[in-house]
């Protein structure tokens, strides 16, 4: 298996641009979960998504993000205008809960720097 | 939400064993304590879970004591590879409630 895969795997904006960030997560996984990662806040859950269909996402800082999953194998992260602040990466993480409750896997993460 | 506290960092010799202990005070009757590693430059790489006592896998064991207020993960004879930050998450993972924070996790380095 090939893990969970996300691109890109740097990007680099301007402030004000839009930015897409990609997620394909294990086949077969039901989870399906978007962390942000900086030094000053750590690793912090923004959404996740159950079968396709977002349960929580309380940790989205504001409605310049958005998150999409439309079918088991995409997922997307939207931020719309990107800010400097929103610089991090970017991690999707995706788990199986009747396998192994609580045992996600990381993609290796988007480093996104906005200028 | 029970909020963990580790060490910020440790520091250990190759060979040795390595115990990184975690405080959960508030951890609630449906949380699992869970322990992530985290490489630079990766995404965290699950490490085990546990309810209560102890659980053992290929890579590490978990203790955790009858009052699970704390819990401790063991690396038995470390190696520089082991080298990275591992953090200790308590959280229900009950299927649609799952609710994971992320400490800032203990900076593991392992010396010659």
């Known amino acids: 298996d090939a893990g969970v895969i996300q691109s890109p795997r740097h990007e680099v904006t301007e402030m004000g641009q839009e930015v897409t960030l990609r997620c394909k997560p294990i086949s077969g996984h039901d989870y399906l979960f978007w962390y942000r990662q900086t030094m000053m806040r750590g690793l912090e859950l923004l959404i996740y998504?159950?079968?396709?269909?977002?349960?929580?996402d309380s940790g989205m800082p504001e409605d310049r993000f958005s998150a999409k999953m439309p079918n088991a194998s995409f997922s997307t992260l939207k931020i719309q205008p990107s800010e400097p602040r929103d610089s991090a990466v970017y991690f999707c993480?995706?788990?199986?809960?009747?396998?192994?409750?609580?045992?996600?896997?990381f993609g290796p993460g988007t480093r996104l720097t906005v200028t | 939400l029970a909020k963990t506290t580790q060490p910020i960092s440790m520091d250990s010799y190759e060979g040795q064993e390595v115990n990184i202990t975690c405080s959960h005070n508030?951890?609630?009757?449906?949380?699992?304590i869970t322990w992530y590693q985290q490489f630079p430059s990766q995404g965290p790489r699950f490490i085990i879970q546990g309810y209560k006592t102890k659980v053992t896998n290929e890579v590490a064991s978990l203790f955790i004591p009858a009052d699970r207020k704390s819990s401790t993960l063991s690396l038995p004879r470390v190696s520089l590879s082991d080298t990275a930050v591992y953090y200790c998450?308590?959280?229900?993972?009950?299927?649609?409630?799952?609710?994971?924070?992320f400490g800032t996790g203990t900076r593991l380095k392992v010396l010659a």
């Open positions: 998504f159950n079968n396709n269909v977002p349960i929580d």
């Open positions: 993480a995706s788990s199986f809960q009747g396998r192994a409750p609580g045992e996600q896997y």
């Open positions: 508030n951890i609630a009757t449906n949380d699992y």
């Open positions: 998450l308590v959280g229900d993972i009950t299927p649609g409630t799952y609710k994971y924070i």
